[in-house]
């Protein structure tokens, strides 16, 4: 379900079209919202998170992360389970004492729920995550996300540049999300906004799956992170294996694409966020994927 098709050097590659700004910037925020359906404060962090990348468009990557006891559904109509193997590693990993916690770029600050985790409350998000978006960061990304009407693939394609030295040697991570999810939500009210007609409650940027790495959450190694150092990579993914209780729409999906700074459970350096965009009918996939 998930093929690498492509990496390369600066001087060439598969796709002639360069996407990826070689101007330097300052870093993107990831937002990993630790929620769940019986959280009762959960919607006010969800508002939070909204609000705040509303505030900085285009420079805050949100996942709904559903982990932990309150993500448990315990039965009845709309109690979905959302939960991932992969979010339920990163909830362990930020060691958040209450819900809704959040990691920003999974910094260890002195906001930290527990002293050395990286899980802050969420009135502290605003203010962690704005000091990041101040940062300079040494790597730009880009991608694009197609689909095939009558498929049930994603077509990932990142270029990555560097316009300072990395760590050494960084880590890409993709991580797949999905959007318009009626479930039942503890606490809807403090988010009127996500509210449906039903009475259910939308649930927006929810983690579905990680695409990079058949059995690690921490990515895929980018060894040359020098200045200068050009570097595409493309994944080819069946929403099909996606389960359970959650049918997987490939309209309402989007693609979050993070770089740590080294192996393991470490801080973020940047991250994006692309929507999957439907290719017209009866376009040829070969096509489409080489004018990306």
């Known amino acids: 379900i998930l093929s690498i098709l492509s990496v390369c050097a600066f001087t060439g590659g598969l796709y002639a079209q360069s996407i990826v700004s070689t101007t330097p910037s300052t870093k993107n925020v990831l937002l990993e919202d630790f929620t769940g359906i019986y959280c009762g404060y959960c919607p006010d962090g969800a508002k939070v998170a909204d609000d705040f990348a509303a505030q900085n468009p285009g420079k805050v990557v949100i996942i709904g992360n559903h982990a932990g006891p309150y993500a448990s559904p315990s039965g009845g109509a709309f109690h979905l389970d959302m939960r991932t193997n992969e979010g339920a590693q990163i909830d362990g990993l930020a060691d958040p004492s209450g819900y809704p916690a959040g990691n920003i770029n999974r910094m260890v600050t002195n906001y930290s729920m527990k002293p050395g985790k990286t899980a802050m409350s969420r009135g502290y998000w605003t203010t962690v995550g704005g000091s990041v978006l101040t940062q300079s960061s040494p790597v730009n990304l880009a991608a694009k996300v197609h ?146």
């Open 147 to 292: 689909y095939y009407p009558g498929e049930n693939k994603l077509y990932v394609y990142i270029e990555g540049y560097y316009t300072g030295n990395g760590s050494g040697s960084d880590y890409l991570t993709v991580a797949v999300l999905q959007d318009n999810i009626e479930s039942y939500q503890s606490g809807a009210s403090s988010y009127p906004a996500r509210i449906l007609p039903s009475g259910n409650y939308n649930q927006m940027d929810v983690l579905r799956t990680y695409i990079t790495g058949s059995t690690s959450v921490f990515g895929e190694e980018i060894a040359q992170t020098t200045m200068g150092t050009f570097f595409t990579k493309t994944y080819t993914y069946d929403v099909t294996q996606i389960g359970p209780d959650v049918v997987p729409d490939i309209t309402n999906m989007h693609v979050a694409v993070w770089m740590t700074e080294d192996q393991g459970y470490s801080e973020v350096i940047t991250a994006i966020d692309e929507l999957a965009v439907s290719q017209p009918v009866g376009v040829n996939e070969a096509t489409s994927l080489n004018d990306l």
